[in-house]
């Protein structure tokens, strides 16, 4: 079927389909070239680029959990100049638009990262990271309180035209508060989640099994509470969101989209099945004709709740 | 380049009690590997475990197959110990950078201990001639299978057990010292304390000394960035791209 | 070995090991007769009681996910008094002690539960469930806000001398600042975590797979946070926590007391492995064995964290 | 009482290309088993699928057998359907209130559709001589089997497919009317439609109809309240211990 239609849309960014990467777990997109045609995927996403290079945390840094995996990478990453100057020029060679995922400590930081990033050409929209903590106010994460999720927010606006996505965190009483704060501060998407914080422990060494300690969790078993925000937080808020959070197939996407996302993310899948991005693509396509709907836009938020 | 490969199960025999050597049809990855790379294994096809498992490619036959010797060791290889001929097995790879021999003109010395023993065989098979090889494992059921089929590949082979069941009584380093002066390049593979050891001995007679890590992975392609361990000088190098084989002067090795 | 101590505290109750029973997971006991010795477990927790019986939410009330489950029951119970006639005269013939979960929609309501179950021969102890709405406050629950947890856990205190448990909802910024507030209002013990809110949807049917459209997720998918939150908590408290979420194994309980638990609560594991309980307490004898440790009261916070 | 057994799987044939038999021993289990009755079976060794699945008691042998006749439709049926013999089987049960047939004095009338069967033959094997036995399913391949077994039971049997390929072409309570004025108890197992449509029949003659329901499932032992479905007057009823057989006039079917 030619008429197939699965374009949405970010703000000003017209996305070919719904599915893009998520932040990390797809390197800088070359790793993932023999496995999948990374053109015909919606989006890409990069992982986290901060203002210096990173080293990240000691290792161990991952560990697999039931249905899930933590990791404690340290936001790892080789520093916005190195980004533009080593991996942009590959980036720039696919059609799929890009988007860059940064990350800092302070408002200075993500301000800087945007002005950068504004003038570099084959970016097409950025992801904020605002699960970090800021160091200016001991450590908090800009993430869990929303005045500083919008300070964030309003800063990367004030510093480029790109469209501006802000990526939550899930680890807040009530992620709709973070969502209204960061859109009425000039977000043009949400993205969310990032991942949960877990602990997992060696009983029989008695010590932690991440050098860090605590990871974020990721992978299917968090699907369902995704889910649950994706759905609250379309509701609250007009601007769109995109779902993130255990999706690894065509189904997992659509129960995304018909939550209310308008478009997905896929994470800790490409690590067990690196094509998984395509394959959720083709499966969209296939799930629209099984269903005879043309747009995949018609599937946004239709979830069937009698009412409720 | 690495791929994805369905791969047919040809055979998966029980070595000794936990010790299983698979053999699969897995062209594509057969062409392209190189000794010292790996595979990344889909052990399950549930959600539980999650995460591939990697594994050195063993060796590599002519008919498009390739071998991977495996311990049982936890959930992931328990399900692999029970997989059948004829049934499917989904892999990634080859991946990373395996040994490097540009350089080698004298023999190489291959060092395995334990199921570092792995990745050397497919490097016998792939060097010359005249090579050293000294492996150990736990006993001499471990050790034996494994033994014959280095000398059926040239190599002057050398043996070590914990328990003295076969060969020399200890430690594989213990045997080095004589071998040494004949080597141009020392190959290993194995528990970090032996690789230690080889590595300082290396060091001291100015013999070139690579050494492959083995360390948890999420991805095995430089995505994840969760296979990092300590390079020189505080930074990181990550296994699965850098390595796993690294040169031993490219780690922080307290020599 | 005969001189295995498996004794822990809570509060003024000693019970005989810590593996306890999570509420709403055991049924009333009875159920689990045939599958393990009652008397064996450090105690035993029933369902949720609410003053007035509930018939709870229509079906569908649970759908499997990723190594995990999502129920909304509804709160399902018989009320208190029946709970009393009914089910008291068997618990009664157990020598495992009876820790009886409360809820309500007002403080009102915990405190006449609390009122009536003091009265009782035969319970060791009150499990106040705060995660329910607060019908008064417009519906937010009482375990999401500091000063509301607080005030049940003060109207529960001044009506029973039993010892009382206040066990938190996970789905909260900081969890830490609940377990000080109930700490400070009286309570002898915290109990972490209840369920994580999620949703599971039909990608077919387009509609959600639990009737109440949300619903709360267990399981081994959970442990990772339970594990860390139950590490903060025990930081930031003094007095005992009992760690829930996804515990299936020893391996898991012992996980939970390194952490900081003092006792531990099996769930979702009660249904797939009806007899889990008691083989954690097995377990738990075979690893204080191997490990040469007289008294599991040695495990407890014995996390290796290096020092950090 | 229900217990606990790890069975050892006797056989496990595939009947059509979806429908297997699957024989255990499993004696505590067959010795306390009533008609009607179910075990959760844990389908997966993993923790993915984490639950047991409920399934009828299909059939008791002599030998301490019992057999389950499922149909896959999801991830644990197909886990189900690669069981071996040989393989073990982690079973609970019996579980739940089966047929009751105190007050059956004429014959009894057995109705099942597609895997609604399954409980019905060991109510035949269980019920006194004359009783008759309507079957529908998709069509000959699933029905002929079945069909057999329950005549070689001293079943009048009856047959209806979807499809016309064996029996009446359509659906089965168009052949209870002819059967009704012989039987004083009607047990039915199937899809909700045909339950009802036999249950408003039965109510019409005044003949006592039990109906086996099928409901999402936990625990399978009513603790987790999860089973629950409406019952009359805006309660529920918990299939898996006030069921699976309810009389029908339980349930609030409009009828
Ligand atoms: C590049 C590379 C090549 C490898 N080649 C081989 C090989 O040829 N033959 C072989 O038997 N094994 C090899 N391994 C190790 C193998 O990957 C692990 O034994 C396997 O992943 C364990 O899986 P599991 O599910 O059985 O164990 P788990 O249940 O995951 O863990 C069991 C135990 O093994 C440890 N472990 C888990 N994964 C690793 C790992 N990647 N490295 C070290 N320890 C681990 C865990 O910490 C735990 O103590 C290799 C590892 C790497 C990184
Ligand atoms: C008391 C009882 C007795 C049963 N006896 C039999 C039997 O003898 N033979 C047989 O083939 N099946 C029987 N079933 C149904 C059987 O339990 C389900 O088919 C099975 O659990 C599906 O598991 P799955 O993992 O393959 O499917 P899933 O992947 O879990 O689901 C696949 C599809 O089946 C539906 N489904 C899942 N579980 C149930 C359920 N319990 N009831 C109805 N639909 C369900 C799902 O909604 C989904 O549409 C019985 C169910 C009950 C409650
Ligand atoms: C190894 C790893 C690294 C990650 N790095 C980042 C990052 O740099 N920036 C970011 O915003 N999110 C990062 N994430 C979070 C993911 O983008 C995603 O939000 C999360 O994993 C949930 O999705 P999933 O369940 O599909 O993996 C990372 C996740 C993983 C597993
Ligand atoms: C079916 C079901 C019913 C529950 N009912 C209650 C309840 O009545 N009161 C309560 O405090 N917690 C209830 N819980 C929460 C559990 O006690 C426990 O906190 C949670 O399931 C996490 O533990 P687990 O992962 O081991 O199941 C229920 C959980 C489940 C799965
Ligand atoms: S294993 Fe993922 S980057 Fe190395
Ligand atoms: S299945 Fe758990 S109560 Fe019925």
Known sequence: METLDLRVRIGALELQNPVLTASGTFGYAQEFEPFLNLNRLGGIIVKGISLEPRAGNPPPRIVETACGMLNAIGLENVGVDRFISEKMPYLRTLTAPLIVNILGDSLDDYRELACRLDEVPGISGIEVNISCPNVKKGGVAFGSVPEMAAAVTAAVRGATKLPLIVKLSPNVTDITVMAKAVEAAGADAVSLINTLIGMAINAETRRPRLANIIGGLSGPAVKPIALRMVWQTARAVSIPVIGIGGIGTAEDAVEFLLAGATAVQVGTANFYDPSAAEKIVAGLKEYLQRHNEERISNLIGALDTGGK | ?255
């Open chain 2, 1 to 255: 380049m690495p791929t994805s490969e369905l791969s047919r199960i040809f055979a998966n025999d029980r070595l000794t009690a936990d010790v299983f050597r698979l053999i699969v049809h897995a062209p594509e990855i057969a062409a392209a590997a190189a000794p010292g790379q790996f595979v990344m294994v889909q052990v399950s096809s549930s959600l539980d475990p999650l995460l591939r498992r990697p594994f050195s490619i063993h060796s590599r036959g002519a008919d498009g197959s390739i071998s991977l010797l495996f311990k049982v060791v936890g959930r992931g290889t328990e399900l692999l110990a029970k997989a059948r001929p004829g049934d499917t097995l989904d892999l990634l790879g080859p991946f990373g950078r395996g040994f490097d021999l540009s350089a080698a003109e004298k023999p190489v010395c291959l060092i395995g201990g334990g199921m570092g023993i792995a990745p050397l065989l497919f490097l016998a098979q792939e060097l010359p001639d005249r090579k050293h090889a000294l492996l150990g494992a736990r006993n001499r059921d471990e050790l034996a299978p494994l033994a014959k089929e280095f000398a059926e590949l040239g190599c002057a082979v050398q043996l070590a057990t914990d328990d003295g069941s076969l060969g020399h009584h200890g430690f594989i380093p213990d045997l080095l010292d004589e071998v040494l002066p004949d080597v141009s390049q020392v190959c290993t593979c194995g528990p970090s304390p032996m690789m230690r050891g080889v590595a300082r001995k290396c060091r001291a007679a100015e013999v070139s000394c690579q050494v492959s890590l083995e360390t948890h992975m999420a991805c095995g392609m430089g995505a994840c960035l969760g296979c990092a361990v300590p390079g020189r000088d505080g930074s990181y190098v990550h296994v699965c791209k850098e390595g796993p084989v690294f040169n031993s002067e490219e780690l922080p090795w307290e020599l």
